[in-house]
């Protein structure tokens, strides 16, 4: 079957914009997971949901980043006021259920503020 | 001291040989490890799950983990161009939701033929 799917694979935009980066999960995998890889950082965990609450918000870097999922599917992870230090390739991650279960990712989202 | 410490290379060996690629930890509760593969520009592909201590093998991949030593390697046997990328080694603690993974910063292998 189809693996995660990630839209747009690449988003150039100017400091203050606000941006949206979609996240289509592997159907039937109820646990989401949003992580960020910056050069030389490794991968940074932002947020997880299961079904469509997200009851851990604490890798969120700052207010600017909000994350949903609706109807236990698509996600969207959104940056206001993007600053350039938000440039990354973020990730997104499914998993049939929570801890314990391997995780399975996107191929990202470049993201680059000029 | 960072949680999960991994040696970013780069490494570049022959094709055929043996690859051994390490991680250390400091974090006891960790009980899953895994071992993921990037290709540039690429999301992280899983390439092996396990749990506690013990070795795993699939085809040309064998994983191992030490949890007295707070260690886990990967080990390529008869190494191929193909298996030119970073790996990630990844961990997390007890079997709740929503456990996030902790990830090493990845290794650059390179497989010249």
């Known amino acids: 079957g189809a693996g995660v799917s990630q839209s747009p694979s690449n988003k150039v935009t100017e400091k203050g914009k606000d941006v949206e980066l979609r996240c289509d999960p592997i159907?039937?995998?109820?646990?989401l997971y949003w992580y960020r890889q910056s050069l030389g950082q490794g991968l940074e965990f932002l947020i997880y949901f299961q079904g469509n609450s997200a009851p851990d918000k604490s890798g969120l870097p700052s207010d600017r980043f909000s994350a949903e999922r609706t109807g236990g599917s698509v996600s969207t992870l959104t940056i206001q006021r993007t600053q350039q230090e938000d440039s990354a390739v973020y990730l997104c991650?499914?998993?049939?259920?929570?801890?314990?279960?391997?995780?399975?990712f996107g191929d990202g989202t470049r993201l680059s503020i000029l | 001291q960072k949680e999960v410490e991994q040696d970013p290379g780069p490494l570049s060996v022959p094709e055929g040989a043996i690859v051994s690629l390490n991680c250390t930890y400091s974090?006891?509760?960790?009980?899953?490890f895994m071992w993921y593969r990037q290709y540039s520009r690429k999301g992280p592909e899983l390439l092996m799950y396990?749990?506690?201590?013990g070795n795993k093998e699939d085809g040309r991949f064998t994983a191992q983990v030490d949890k007295s030593s707070k260690y886990i390697s990967l080990f390529i046997r008869d190494s191929q161009p193909s298996d030119s990328a970073t790996y990630l080694c990844a961990m997390s603690s007890a079997n709740q939701a929503g456990t996030a993974l902790i990830f090493g910063k990845g290794t650059t292998l390179s497989v010249s033929s």
């Open positions: 974090n006891s509760a960790f009980q899953y």
């Open positions: 159907s039937g995998h109820t646990a």
């Open positions: 396990t749990y506690s201590s």
């Open positions: 991650a499914s998993s049939p259920a929570g801890g314990g279960q391997p995780q399975h």
